[in-house]
């Protein structure tokens, strides 16, 4: 599987969110394990877009 990731707002009280997966995580079923960054700034947010898509992180929203 591939490096990936996919962006949400207004979840909660977080302003704005980004799910990851590094390709490599997975659960003990198999299926993929996926990390949450949450962010109140939206320029940190477009700052760590902007860093994972450098790391070869492909956006699948």
Partial sequence: MQKQFYTQ??????????SYHDGE???KDGSPFFGI????NKKKFEAKIKELKN???KATN
């Fill in 55 to 57: 790391q070869g992180y």
């Fill in 25 to 27: 995580s997975t659960y």
């Fill in 37 to 40: 960054l949450l962010f109140s």
């Fill in 9 to 18: 707002n207004n979840i909660g009280t977080a302003k704005y969110t980004i």
